[in-house]
């Protein structure tokens, strides 16, 4: 997302670059443009850009990509404060986004 | 491993009852036989007989509007869908729109067909929420494709993959009890890209024998997609936000206030009213729209401007965005309260107007396509306890404004 940034330093996402295999998928499903291909290997073009949708870490096929996966969304947060991260909804079913 | 069960007559699903075609009710409802021909039909003349029963019809199911007849296939009849939408369909947009009826919005789930496809034709994955459906056929004109709905309970494709409804799982048993592999030839299905936070590809290819094609976001492009060979330009593999999507979004963000508005009316009732008598009936009434009025403009900045111009609003975090652009909202409440209240008073309308803009900015993370949850967590943690305070401090103002004025 060019045009609408959202806080800076303050994803989880990490690309291990030395186990990459350069396949392309997350540059392929990346919604935000935040990886590029070049040479064989991923790189974070735009790391800031991550908003942490977990859609690369579920699809590298050798592991090589961190990310604690989650919903951008406040009532997703309190729900994981109160619940635990793991348990996390945002309370309303089908109700939200 | 193949289910030879019936596929039932595609329906929508509970509260859909209306605008379907060739509704087909029940036989022999109170357990009688029912004489074949109703009172008013006689056997004589010889006008053409009505036509017969076609194969889609099944005890207890009605047809959906959007099927416009069936094609029969080796896994059975399967419905054709219309790509033009229709009154009902464009209802259903707004009430689901503004909130009415939004989680009951949702199709059977199954195989569809558009167009006349055969066993080439490409297979479009997608998701049970009407809205959606509705959203991919009406870009589907002129194109032969199948269509596999998937049950997401109603929820959107990207939404249903986050909350992990929408998974390798879900793509696999709807293969199969769709029966897609007696239907098409090439092993290949096109999901949208957005599941992929929900999807492994490698599990579906696993376990269906079907690869996943990641398609574009939006399905105004799946044509271009396609004819390009499945190729897709940088552009449409990218969310946006524009001035329309994000629009678009604002009347359920209010709707969804209906609950805790009662209970915040209430409240400032109750505060309005407290002062020197421990309660005032008649300075409850004589305040209370005041407050009311700050809370009233604070969800028109807070719900209704921050949406609308966020890439105006200057700050990243949001609940900075909807304190800012709350202080017009502020400075028209005190205008319009001007000599009614003291310096107490205009503070506490100030505070509050500004709080609930900033919480309900704040609230609108969840319904951007952009903010991640550590970034989410990161401004709450900072931003509710300054909430929390101005909030008290905007009551204890408020109250305190009755006593002294």
């Not at chain 1, 592991?63 to 348990?87: D, L």
């Not at chain 2, 069936?70 to 033009?84: E, Q, S, V, Y």
């Not at chain 2, 059977?108 to 997608?126: F, I, N, R, S, W």
């Not at chain 2, 999807?199 to 579906?204: D, K, L, Q, T, Y």
């Amino acid at each position: 997302m060019d045009t609408l940034r959202y806080l800076p330093n303050v994803t989880t996402l990490q690309l291990d670059r030395e186990t990459c295999i350069g396949c392309g998928e997350c540059a392929t499903v990346c919604p935000q443009g935040v990886f590029a291909v070049n040479a064989g290997k991923a790189a974070l073009l735009d790391r800031d850009g991550c908003m942490e949708c977990g859609a690369c870490a579920k699809n590298c096929p050798v592991g090589a990509i961190q990310v604690n996966p989650g919903v951008g969304c406040a009532a997703y947060i309190i729900s994981g404060w109160i619940k635990g991260r793991e348990n996390a909804t945002c309370g309303c079913d089908a109700d939200c986004c | 491993m193949q289910l030879s069960q019936p596929t039932p007559a595609p329906c929508c699903a509970e509260g859909n009852r209306t605008a379907a075609a060739g509704l087909i009710l029940q036989p022999g409802i109170n357990g009688r036989l029912q004489f074949p021909l109703a009172p008013e039909q006689s056997c004589r003349g010889a006008d053409a007989a009505p036509a017969p029963a076609g194969p889609e019809q099944k005890p207890g199911y009605e047809l959906c509007s959007f099927v416009a007849g069936f094609l029969d296939t080796a896994a059975g009849p399967i419905p054709r869908i219309k790509t033009g939408l229709d009154r009902s369909d464009h209802l259903g947009t707004v009430l689901a729109r503004v909130g009415v009826n939004r989680a009951r919005y949702r199709i059977a789930p199954g195989l569809y067909a558009v167009g006349k496809p055969d066993p080439e034709a490409p297979v479009l994955v997608t998701a049970n929420y009407k809205l959606t459906f509705d959203a991919l056929r009406r870009e589907l004109g002129g194109m032969n494709a199948w269509l596999l709905v998937l049950d997401t309970r109603g929820v959107n494709v990207w939404c249903s993959a986050g909350k992990g409804i929408l998974n390798a799982a879900e793509i696999v048993r709807r293969i199969r009890s769709s029966r897609l592999d007696q239907v098409v030839r090439r092993r290949e299905i096109i999901v949208p890209q957005l599941a992929a936070n929900g999807v492994c590809a490698r599990e579906v290819k696993k376990a269906s024998g079907f690869r996943v094609i990641w398609g574009p976001i939006r399905a105004r492009d799946l044509k271009a997609f396609i004819q390009a060979g499945h190729r897709a330009d940088p552009a449409m593999r990218r969310v946006t936000f524009d001035l329309r999507e994000r629009l678009v979004l604002i009347p359920v963000e209010i709707y969804l206030l209906k609950k805790p508005t009662l209970w915040v009316l209430a409240a400032l009732f109750v505060l309005s009213g407290l002062g020197s008598s421990i309660f005032s009936f008649s300075a409850a009434m004589e305040r209370g729209w005041m407050a009311a009025l700050a809370c009233a403009l604070g969800v028109c900045s807070g719900a209704v401007a921050v949406p609308a111009l966020l890439p105006w609003i200057p700050g990243r975090a949001f609940a900075v965005k909807g304190a800012l652009a709350g202080i017009p909202a502020a400075l028209l409440v005190s205008l319009i309260c001007w000599s009614r209240i003291g310096l107490g008073g205009h503070l506490a309308l100030w505070l509050w107007t500004l709080t609930v803009s900033s919480v309900l900015a704040m609230n609108f993370t969840g319904a951007t396509p952009f903010t991640s949850p550590s970034g989410v967590e990161k401004e709450m943690r900072r931003a509710i306890p300054l909430q929390i305070g101005a909030a008290v401090l905007a009551a204890v103002c408020w109250i305190g404004s009755n006593l002294t004025g």
